[in-house]
């Protein structure tokens, strides 16, 4: 059976309680244990698929198909361990199940009431796969006291009671203030937040205390004796130069042996950090910088393209060089605004949902293409690329998206991208119209793309044929302008295994143009790079003479 750890904050929202428990499970995971982390969303959506990225940031996709918080894309990079479905849960989810059950008459006519029956939802939802590994990192998100998640930490607090002793432990991140007019550190606001957690029912073992300044020895011992925790679980963490560094400075402040100690563990494996001190290695002594223009309409928000942010970032990993990004916004390239490109290295389009912001961005495949600027086409990237292709390229002038037709309501373009009614996933086609609910309604999670021998993104994947990455549109390519697109220049070089679904285009006269219709910035790793990122970042260097 797994041992749970189970992650809480307080005081106030955006403590870093993902990236605390992203680093653990990375130290636990060097210390030679298996580990997997899950996240419990305290609001009503069912799940993130159908909110703005300005309200949530970005949707992060597994491989079978679930739309979870960005916190899983941490779990993922610092871990290698590949989220599921069942690693992301919502109270609008918890909810919809337990309310399709009493339709059912599963609870053969009893009253529905939060004890016992949402509790129980989300008791059974935390004890999936727990013969799996040895260690299960539950956080839940929001704060303690939040009216949203008290069902959750109630079913956390019963699950704790049910379970023997030594196998559940509880990690609570907190705030410490500095108030610059007295000089000081204050410690109230975090006793103020354990005593709410132990209002109902739960009590700390570990405290990480976040704060920009170096807690003294005493204020540790104070929040020690008023929280009811040991000194040495008292785990400081402060701001940070990457969020990279987080494993490294997590073990240095004890994170990791205080979770161990807490269950009894010892002696503990010592832990190989090796992986660790390379990513920072290549971090700290890059040799030399590309500049890239991430050209997106979230720009006002970088939560909006986290992973994409990361995986540039690995990308000058495996070059050994910096990569700075600027999100330069969309809608300011339309016009006469393409000279805002000038300058980088390198161009990449990244996804989104809607008109507003789509011509800037064919103003910016359009630049990338004339000028030999490398360019890297993600999703609506990929689309933009063929639509500025269809129009200078190929005689279409009218070129558009049919998402475009349906948000007017009038039809004004020719729809080189049109509504993907039908796929094949796995055994089965799966089918869809324009009416659907929008909820969970895509193609969603990993899909094969089949390549063409020879190209260069082929040559990419290291001479692969096959390659899958995580899918996330409801509007596609349309196959059937390839002929009239592949003679005007632009290559078709990947496909879906049916050859129905364009997956990857390129330009085979240009030194670096690429797009996906996948988003394989999901997939990267500090330790294992996207190879599409790590291309592209090689690429921008050429372009900036640095190879």
């Known amino acids: 059976m797994a041992r749970y750890i189970f992650i809480t904050g307080g005081v106030v929202s955006s403590l870093g309680k993902g990236l605390a428990s992203a680093a653990l499970g990375a130290l636990l995971q060097a210390r030679g244990y298996t580990v997997r982390l899950r996240k419990l969303d305290p609001y009503l959506n069912v799940d993130p698929g159908t909110m703005s990225p300005f309200e949530h940031g970005e949707v992060f996709v597994t491989d079978d198909g679930a739309e979870t918080d960005l916190d899983l894309g941490h779990y993922e990079r610092f871990t290698g361990v590949h989220a599921r479905k069942t690693d992301s849960i919502s109270s609008g989810r918890i909810y919809s199940n337990v309310l399709e059950k009493e339709r059912r008459g599963a609870y053969l006519g009893k009253t529905i009431q939060v004890i016992p029956h949402v509790t129980n939802e989300i008791k059974d939802f935390l004890s999936v796969g727990d013969k799996e590994v040895d260690f299960m990192l539950c956080e839940i998100g929001?704060?303690?006291?939040?009216?949203?998640?008290?069902?959750?930490?109630?079913?956390?607090?019963?699950?704790?009671?049910?379970?023997?002793?030594?196998?559940?432990?509880?990690?609570?991140?907190?705030?410490?203030?500095?108030?610059?007019?007295?000089?000081?550190?204050?410690?109230?606001?975090?006793?103020?937040?354990?005593?709410?957690?132990?209002?109902?029912?739960?009590?700390?073992?570990?405290?990480?205390?976040?704060?920009?300044?170096?807690?003294?020895?005493?204020?540790?011992?104070?929040?020690?004796?008023?929280?009811?925790?040991?000194?040495?679980?008292?785990?400081?963490?402060?701001?940070?130069?990457?969020?990279?560094?987080?494993?490294?400075?997590?073990?240095?402040?004890?994170?990791?042996?205080?979770?161990?100690?807490?269950?009894?563990?010892?002696?503990?494996?010592?832990?190989?950090?090796?992986?660790?001190?390379?990513?920072?290695?290549?971090?700290?002594?890059?040799?030399?910088?590309?500049?890239?223009?991430?050209?997106?309409?979230?720009?006002?928000l970088e939560d909006a393209y986290k992973s994409i942010a990361e995986a540039l970032t690995h990308g000058g990993m495996a070059n050994r060089v910096r990569v700075k990004a600027d999100w330069v916004d969309s809608e300011k390239l339309e016009g006469e605004g393409a000279h805002l490109l000038d300058g980088y290295h390198g161009i990449i389009v990244p996804g989104g949902f809607g008109e507003r912001g789509t011509e800037g961005m064919v103003t910016a495949a359009r630049y990338a293409r004339e000028k030999k600027v490398p360019y890297l086409g993600i999703c609506l990237g990929m689309q933009m690329a063929v639509i500025e292709a269809a129009r200078n390229l190929a005689g279409m002038p009218d070129a558009g998206s049919e998402e475009f037709d349906h948000e007017a309501g009038e039809t004004r373009f020719t729809p080189v991208v049109y509504h993907l009614k039908e796929w094949v996933q796995g055994n089965y086609t799966v089918s869809r119209k324009v009416t659907d609910d929008k909820g969970g309604t895509m193609r969603l999670g990993a899909y094969t793309a089949v390549l063409e021998p020879g190209s260069k993104i082929s040559e990419i994947y290291d001479g692969a044929l096959q390659i899958e990455d995580r899918h996330r549109h409801r509007y596609e390519v349309d196959a059937k302008y390839r002929d009239q697109l592949e003679s005007a220049g632009l290559k078709f070089s990947g496909m879906s295994p049916d050859g129905k679904l364009p997956e990857v285009v390129e330009y085979p006269d240009h030194p670096w143009f690429i797009g996906v219709q996948s988003h394989p910035e999901l997939k990267s790793k500090p330790f294992e790079p996207a190879p599409l990122f790590a291309g592209f970042v090689h690429a921008a260097m050429q372009g900036a003479r640095l190879v």
């Open 142 to 300: 929001g704060t303690v006291g939040d009216i949203e998640g008290l069902p959750f930490f109630e079913a956390i607090r019963q699950f704790i009671h049910e379970r023997p002793s030594n196998e559940c432990i509880l990690m609570h991140l907190t705030l410490l203030p500095y108030l610059a007019a007295s000089g000081e550190l204050k410690t109230k606001p975090t006793q103020h937040s354990v005593k709410e957690l132990q209002s109902i029912g739960l009590a700390p073992d570990v405290l990480v205390c976040r704060s920009e300044h170096p807690i003294p020895e005493k204020e540790r011992a104070k929040i020690a004796l008023f929280c009811n925790v040991r000194p040495d679980h008292v785990i400081p963490a402060y701001d940070l130069k990457s969020i990279y560094e987080a494993p490294l400075a997590y073990h240095r402040a004890g994170l990791d042996q205080a979770a161990l100690d807490a269950f009894g563990i010892s002696p503990a494996p010592r832990p190989d950090l090796s992986r660790w001190e390379d990513v920072m290695d290549r971090l700290e002594h890059a040799e030399g910088q590309v500049r890239i223009a991430v050209v997106g309409k979230y720009t006002q």
